[in-house]
């Protein structure tokens, strides 16, 4: 639980260095596409990790970029295909951003630190990862359809809403609103265990005087 919690408030890849702006401001429109989106690029870097991490001792240099994408390539276009045929609504809704999720930063820094370091420890840091990138895409997602339109899920909740929202610029408010709140938790936090363990050494100089 700390090891995911200090991935979600200090080390996430979608709101501290915002490498994934893409998915985050435009596709997570409502809790539904961000949950979709979300598991979409799970999939692909979970699934791409595992196959570079078997082959990765027969490729060296140039020839792992290159299986890299087209590892990862293969599995958005996957992805699409059991979206089309399956939830076509959805697909329709999101066909710009599932092809792109390719090119994000976010996807391509996760899969490629698995040709480069230990396996082991890679393959948890990215299931985290990637674990926070699917929350935050929903929490977003989730949020704008509730402020911008005043549900969620088809189900009305409350008749005030701001359209304003439902819009990208909207979504950087919530996302900017989320960054605020989750490093002002972070620096309350490490304030509080850092009062404790000095708390602790005064009381064990004491204790040796």
Same mark, same amino acid.
């Given at each position: 639980m700390k090891f995911f919690t200090s991935k979600f408030l200090e080390q996430s890849t979608i709101y501290w260095p915002l490498l994934a702006l893409a998915p985050a401001l435009g596709g997570a429109t409502t809790f539904m596409n961000g949950l979709v989106l979300g598991i979409a690029t799970w999939i692909t870097v979970v699934f791409?990790?595992?196959?570079?991490?078997?082959f990765r001792k027969l490729l060296t240099g140039f020839a792992q970029v290159i299986f890299l994408v087209v590892v990862s390539s293969t599995m958005v276009t996957l992805i699409q295909i059991f979206m089309e045929?399956?939830?076509?609504?959805?697909?329709s809704e999101l066909i710009i951003f599932?092809?792109?999720?390719?090119?994000?930063?976010?996807v391509l820094r996760q899969i490629r630190l698995f040709s480069v370091q230990d396996?082991? +420890? =890679?393959?948890m840091n990215s299931f985290t990862n990637i674990s926070v990138f699917v929350f935050i895409l929903m929490l977003?997602?989730?949020l704008r359809e509730i402020l911008g339109e005043g549900d969620i899920?088809?189900?009305g909740i409350t008749g005030f809403y701001v359209e304003t929202f439902d819009t990208a610029p909207g979504a950087a408010l919530i996302l900017a609103f989320i960054i605020a709140s989750s490093r002002f938790l972070?620096?309350?936090?490490?304030?509080?265990? +850092? =009062?404790t363990v000095s708390s602790k050494s005064e009381?064990?100089?004491?204790?040796i005087r």
């Open positions: 791409s990790g595992i196959l570079i991490i078997v045929t399956f939830y076509p609504e959805m697909h599932i092809p792109l999720i390719v090119l994000n930063v976010l396996p082991g +420890t =890679d393959l977003v997602g989730g899920l088809g189900q972070y620096i309350f936090t490490s304030k509080k265990h +850092t =009062d009381q064990e100089i004491e204790v």
